[in-house]
DNA sequence: TTGTTATTGAAAATCATTTTCATTAATATT
DNA sequence: AATATTAATGAAAATGATTTTCAATAACAA
């Protein structure tokens, strides 16, 4: 009873190993962080968690790791306004990908992901992006698109 | 031959009034660099560019100034990932509004802004935004949507 | 076990934006 | 037009997230 893990650290272990990266303390503690927590995540979040199992694990390497893992695609990073960087894992649990967008809450910060209405919406980003491509020249690599309003807390306090 | 001009200092004049603050010589400065150049400003370009003219406005009115106008919604503020704000106009020398969407590249940070296929984005908008507001108790008020990619120049020295 | 060097942590630096506060100027009132 | 009121301004200082520097440390190949 430890085999299972699809996603855990002898995986991350050899993503790392894989790009020539160590695989340090640090790093791994991070991760664990990401994958344990949900929600969208600042550095000092992150940094807070860490401390309680590590605490010598400075700020800084908690900036430089999540840029390493941005680089390497594990995890996304958002900006919804607030002037900090949000960070999340980019896959589930069980190594599903979760392509998704938000809806933030303007007055109280809430950050929902959703997943719904993905279908039509790869359908109109395909047109879309077919046709931007061919009118400007452009090679789209990715998106964001993000909805602005009222969480239903905010709503109901009448905002 | 003056009278023209349908969105020029008499209209701000009197929308500011209108609105209870003062139009005073930095504040007209400010949405005449906004209103003459195209493109996305930070505030620090549209410092430099009002400074040519009036050399003792300061960076921190301009600060002010553009906070007031995203407020009053003359002026539409985005992010683009190169950790400075971003400003442009909400409405071409008409009036026309312009909602649209940007194409942002990745290697030279060039933003291009597009209104093609908002037909078919409205439609989908709306249709996701009634869904959403079921499912989450949502009120969306607006969106952003953001491409991300290789504008022509920089596919072509092959990034 | 040892050597190489990628990684780390603390402190300092950066840089966009905000705050403070005394001065100035827009406008309502006379 | 002159004056009073107070919103708006500018310079300097403060803020706060992120980045850089650099000497010490620890992964891991040998
Ligand atoms: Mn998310
Ligand atoms: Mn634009
Ligand atoms: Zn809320
Ligand atoms: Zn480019």
New binding site residues.
Partial sequence: MHGRCQRGPSWW?GK??GC????????MAILDVLNITSGHL???DIYMNVHKD?P??????????L??LVQMELVVRSDFGD???RYELNQGPKGERHHHHHLVCTNCGRVIDYTDFIKDEIELLQRTEKGLSKKYNFKIDSHIIQFYGLCEKCRRKGK
């Fill in positions: 272990q790392f190993r020539g990266y160590r695989f340090t303390v640090p790093r600042s550095a000092e590590y010598n694990v400075g700020l800084t390497t908690v900036y430089r790791t840029e390493l002037g900090r960087a």
